[in-house]
């Protein structure tokens, strides 16, 4: 996401390199071409212009320090109002009351039902809450089955009435199940519906009179550009939602909408969807999505999503493993089940800072793995647990019952082996600081 917004602020940011001082001239043709990448981008025209505006008011007050070059600190002043202007601060989801009531809005097609389960499982598993979901959309074939599907999935209960065709009594009775059931979320998927639709505008300010949501969430497919903050405005004069969901962020997207939205309806983006799997929701944070724009990775929201996938009691037991010398290849395995569920390979790489940029035209494939545990598991048990044991003729074996050849079997263990005298060593205190010691010298 963002790649070609952030390749064409780079090429703007080299107007300024090998300069001296930041002055009116220089500023002005770097403004030039920011505000262009930005219009390319599906920006707001309107909001574009006062952008690049503040950055170079704020430029040419600045005075350039001699560690640092008028790039350097063109990028600074950047970042941080990139930050403010989709946002400024992490707007997260508030719980006034029990149950809480979410209502999920949006346009046909824009993921609402999809991002109504991740929303749980992100409650569930994230904040220890026990969510209801409500199947609210009697129009689209086989929206209530894909919610229970979803909920299945996930394990969170859905409420349906395949009676009725009235979302605000299904609304209402939700609510009062999740009441009975002792449920502290209560989270109603609706309908998709056009701004021009009247009649289905009416029905969902009905649905909010009915349930007095405590947080209004308005789906926005961010592949829609501009459009899609357009018509975000016309929905929050008629509902006045709490925050906008992101989705599609993954895919061929300009990145317009993420943006363009906060100015023009100054409401936060509370979410963002990052693929497909149920784990694929992100908490939006301006400032970390800023300094993705501008290639400066984001190694906070790797870590963390790192944290939630690895076991804390697992680590420490791996750790021991790795002191000792038995790291094995069920060990391997296990980190590589965990590093798929932290989601797209491409996305993970560019929270990299630098290694964003060096990857742009790279394609990694989600299934990179595939061959790597297609040969561990055609390996016996003895031998996962004894790397050691794997003998030419073994090592033959593997390559026949995996479906690739010697070469990638040698190449594999030998990297294997590789990693484990690494971690041998950085489990050492000793050689990791004589190691520490020579980095300046490498």
Known sequence: MFENLSDKLDRAFK???????ITEINVAETMKEIRKALLDADVNYKTAKAFTDDVRQ?????????????????????????????????????????????LIAGLNGAGKTTFTGKLANYLKTQKGKKPLLVAGDVYRPAAIEQLKVLGEQIGVPVYANLESKDPIAIAREGLALAKQNGHNVVIIDTAGRLSIDEAMMVEIEQVKAAVNPHEILFVVDSMTGQDAVNTAKVFNDRLDFTGVVLTKLDGDTRGGAALSIKSVVNKPIKFIGTGEKMEALDVFHPDRMASRILGMGDVVSLVERAQQQFDEKEAAELQKKIRKNKFDFNDFYSQIQQIKKMGNMKDLMGMIPGVGKAMKDVEIDDDAFKSIEAIIQSMTPYEKSNPDSINQSRRNRIANGSGTNLTEVNRLIKQFDDMRKVMKQMSNPAAMASMMKRMPKM
């Open 15 to 21: 107007v300024l390199k090998g300069q001296g001082t």
């Open 58 to 102: 704020k430029a040419l007050g600045q005075n350039v320090l001699t560690s640092i070059s008028p790039g350097q600190l063109l990028t600074k002043i950047m970042n941080d109002e990139l930050t403010g202007l989709m946002g400024g601060s992490t707007a997260e989801l508030t719980f006034p009351a029990v149950p809480t009531v979410i």
